[in-house]
């Protein structure tokens, strides 16, 4: 496997522990071939493996054929069907990995997608899951679902997405140069802050953590809109000026920044002015009814960034709640 880039006229390896052992979710769409090229761009310009995986999920069909039918479906020859095309949709996507100099590892597996993306993933021990998102929004998001935030809500595992239309960087040169990242003060804030440190120098020259004052937080009476905002401002920029103190500590070229607005929209507004290659949120990973009504930045950010998305998340027992 060549794992070997040429930055600024010299061809060296990029070693980091966050890019080292990548799986990427294979299906048929266009946004899981964009993962496929992203994940095999990121493993040969960091010396990393590269995991292919596909879910063959063949009980929705079955039951699907059966209640337009009313017959009985002998599962076997679809189960064959299925493999088969999982097979050759891993066949391509390792064509265009090895177009990148890399040897992947096809896993096939049989369930849930999302389930079968963990299983492969806790397999090979990886350190990042890339994932293609079609951006849906609205109710055909809802009723259609997403492996990937299936996936989002879930892993422990850093995620990274792509969806259709994002800006993406040539085949040379560092990938993620200029790096937007929404922070607060929760520990998936600090889990996203952690993973910028992962990032080799090459990939992270300018780094902006942003934090966003929302006015949705301030609520309350006419009188008492002013002090909570003034409130809520110094609370962000506190978490914004430490953030960039432990980057600057490590040799980052950070900066930061109180931003003012809707979250997402505010991060994303922010990741155009910057020109960013990259944006990167921790995610609370909430489900239920908590999650449907609060909703959740990562998933809003993840569907119309112009961007990549890397999410990350705390350990899971902070979320038993």
């Not at 890019?19 to 990121?42: K, W, Y």
């Not at 492996?147 to 259709?164: C, G, K, Q, W």
């Not at 804030?189 to 300018?206: L, N, T, Y």
């Not at 309350?220 to 953030?243: K, L, P």
Request: net charge neutral; charged share 20%.
């Amino acid at each position: 496997m060549s794992a070997h880039t040429r930055y600024h006229g010299h061809t060296m390896p990029i070693a980091s522990s966050l890019f080292s052992r990548i799986l990427v979710g294979v299906d048929e769409s266009e946004p899981s071939n964009d993962a496929v090229t992203l994940a095999a761009r990121l493993a040969r310009d960091h010396d990393g493996r590269l995991f292919l995986c596909h879910s063959v999920f063949w009980q929705p069909l079955i039951v699907a054929i059966e209640s337009t039918t009313f017959v009985r479906v002998d599962p076997a020859p679809v189960m064959q069907s299925l493999k088969e095309q999982g097979e050759a949709l891993l066949a391509q996507a390792a064509v265009t990995a090895k177009r990148f100099g890399i040897e992947a590892q096809r896993c096939l597996v049989e369930g849930d997608p999302a389930e079968s993306v963990f299983k492969c993933a806790g397999k090979a021990d990886c350190s990042l899951i890339v994932m293609g998102t079609h951006g849906r929004r609205g109710l055909d998001r809802l009723v259609v679902g997403s492996t990937t935030e299936a996936v989002l809500r879930t892993s422990t595992i850093p995620v990274l997405t792509v969806r259709p239309g994002t800006t993406s960087a040539g085949e040379t040169g560092p990938y993620f140069e200029r790096i937007v990242v929404g922070i607060d003060d929760s520990q998936p804030s600090d889990a996203a802050i952690q993973a910028i440190f992962e990032f080799p120098a090459a990939d992270r020259r300018h780094v902006l953590f942003c934090s966003v004052a929302s006015l949705e937080i301030a609520i309350g009476g006419r009188g008492y809109y002013s002090t909570a905002m003034h409130v809520i401002r110094s609370e962000a920029q506190a978490v914004v000026e430490a953030a960039v103190v432990s980057a600057r500590a490590k040799g980052i070229a950070a900066e930061g920044r109180v931003l003012d607005g809707d979250t997402g929209d505010a991060l994303i507004a922010a990741a155009r002015q910057e020109e960013a290659d990259l944006i990167v949120v921790g995610c609370h990973g909430r489900r239920g009814l908590r999650r449907f009504f609060l909703g959740s930045v990562a998933e809003r950010v993840v569907r119309t960034a112009p961007v990549p998305v890397l999410v990350v998340r705390a350990p899971l027992r902070e979320f038993a709640r």
